[in-house]
């Protein structure tokens, strides 16, 4: 049964979700006696299946940066840090990559940071 819905599966491949390729994959790996340590066996099973899961996670990887970028870009424009800082406060916390932020951070005077 699992090679039957393999092989149809990997006819629609461009289709499927990336968790339908996920549970496809831990099928094959888990249910598959033949399959079960044969590395080769698996790579040929999936391999249909590798061009729509690598373009999902480029596509995921390109959105989730400009999210980010868009959200740094907003916070740098809105300024919240002169009107949310009271003296003695010198210091900024950031968390993750924001290399923008850290200098506007910076050329204001605040110690940035990171985490």
Known sequence: VLQRITARAAEVADDLSWWSIAHLEYALRTADDAAIG?????????????????????????????????????????????????????????VGHA????????SDGLEVLTW
């Open 38 to 94: 044969d590395e080769q066996l698996l790579e040929r099973r999936l391999r249909p299946f590798v061009r729509h899961a690598v373009a999902h996670e480029v596509e995921v990887h390109r959105a989730s940066n400009v999210f980010h970028a868009e959200a740094e870009a907003a916070t740098i424009v809105a300024e919240p840090w002169r009107r949310a800082l009271k003296p003695p406060a010198r210091r900024a916390l950031v």
């Open 99 to 106: 290399p923008g932020l850290q200098k506007a951070l910076s």
